[in-house]
T-cell receptor
Framework: GNSVTQMEGPVTLSEEAFLTINCTYT??????LFWYVQYPGEGLQLLLK?????DKGSNKGFEATYRKETTSFHLEKGSVQVSDSAVYFC??????????????FGTGTQLKVEL | EPEVTQTPSHQVTQMGQEVILRCVPI?????FYWYRQILGQKVEFLVS????????KSEIFDDQFSVERPDGSNFTLKIRSTKLEDSAMYFC???????????FGNGTRLTVT
């Protein structure tokens, strides 16, 4: 079946530090890959996505590249801010037809950025 | 920007009681979902709903669970007889079409005592 594995948190960084949150997946075929973010007290928000191998998703300074050879979709940001403190979820959606089209999520990684 | 709204934000209930979690999806969306996250575990898919019927459900979504879109606005999740292990954060989500991204609500934290 499909699965997503993320690095465990919490990850604590100083402001302006470099961020990497690892994500690897297991799936049949070539799924679409996503990063969602959950700020305190809010719902899950789509941060970025990639739909095919070697695609790079980017948003708000975050990037992730779809690596088929390593089945990975690691999230990176060059310089984090306190406002980036949140829980980050990696997710995949298989290439299927029909109305289901469900997402499979990782456990989430909590990021804490300190001054 | 329109958003998915969920009520209540926190619900406490006793084991064996029925609960209804409420969601108002974004108005022009056609696909509706419930997910849940038990504390410290993965966000898990429960059920998807399209064209007034369930399109897919997980093993978790047994006979104790049901969903309904009673009035074209609300999308509810009912748990008939709650168990301790139903304690989790329940997320509602919706989207416009098959390939569009999911929009999630803020979640309802269900605590079963």
């Amino acid at each position: 079946g499909n699965s997503v594995t993320q690095m465990e948190g919490p990850v604590t960084l100083s402001e302006e530090a470099f961020l990497t949150i690892n994500c690897t997946y297991t799936a049949t075929g070539y799924p679409s890959l996503f990063w969602y973010v959950q700020y305190p007290g809010e719902g899950l928000q789509l941060l970025l996505k990639a739909t095919k191998a070697d695609d790079k998703g980017s948003n708000k300074g975050f990037e992730a590249t779809y690596r088929k050879e390593t089945t990975s979709f690691h999230l990176e940001k060059g310089s984090v801010q306190v406002s980036d403190s949140a829980v980050y979820f990696c997710a995949l959606r298989p290439i299927l037809t029909g109305g289901g089209n469900k997402l499979t999520f990782g456990t989430g990684t909590q990021l804490k950025v300190e001054l | 920007e329109p958003e998915v709204t969920q009520t209540p934000s926190h619900q406490v209930t006793q084991m064996g009681q029925e609960v209804i979690l409420r969601c108002v999806p974004i108005s022009n969306h056609l696909y509706f979902y419930w997910y849940r996250q038990i504390l410290g575990q993965k966000v898990e898919f429960l059920v998807s709903f399209y064209n007034n019927e369930i399109s897919e459900k997980s093993e978790i979504f047994d006979d104790q669970f049901s969903v309904e879109r009673p009035d074209g606005s609300n999308f509810t999740l009912k748990i008939r007889s709650t168990k301790l292990e139903d304690s989790a954060m329940y997320f509602c989500a919706s989207k416009t079409d098959h390939n569009s991204p999911l929009h999630f609500g803020n979640g309802t934290r269900l605590t079963v005592t």
